[in-house]
């Protein structure tokens, strides 16, 4: 089982930036794709991003698109990162960073991936 840490939240206003980092506790190995979901206070944990671990496709919900990248430093190594850019408040919540070992059609659910981190705080305020 992959240990995964994310960082690098924080608070920040309105249209500002955050870059969240996620790192693997050791070499990444059978991964098939990463991904960010977030969760709000009272609500269910919701998709964000995605990457295909071998050739980098990426995916993102609707609410985001345009303003955040899910990039990853290469195949080989362990870290991923998710670049916020004009934050708005309900991008408030916890972001988690994820990793699934197979391929999955559903991959906007969390079913979808194995290994989870504990979390990261983003607070956007107006």
């Known amino acids: 089982q992959v240990q995964l840490a994310e960082s690098g939240g924080g608070l920040v206003q309105v249209g500002g930036s955050l870059r969240l980092s996620c790192a693997a506790s050791?070499?990444?190995?059978?991964?098939?794709?990463m991904a960010w979901f977030r969760q709000a206070p009272g609500k269910e944990r919701e998709f964000v991003a995605r990457?295909?671990?071998?050739?980098?496709?990426?995916?993102y919900a609707d609410s985001v698109t345009g303003r955040f990248t899910i990039s990853r430093e290469n195949a080989a190594n362990n870290t991923l990162w998710l670049q916020m850019n004009s934050l708005r408040s309900e991008d408030t919540g916890v972001y988690y960073c994820?990793?699934?070992?197979?391929?999955?059609?559903?991959?906007?659910?969390?079913?979808?991936?194995?290994?989870w981190g504990q979390g990261t705080q983003v607070t956007v305020s107006d």
């Open positions: 990457i295909s671990w071998k050739n980098g496709l990426t995916y």
């Open positions: 050791q070499r990444i190995r059978n991964i098939y794709a």
């Open positions: 994820a990793a699934g070992h197979a391929a999955d059609s559903q991959y906007r659910l969390t079913r979808a991936y194995d290994d």
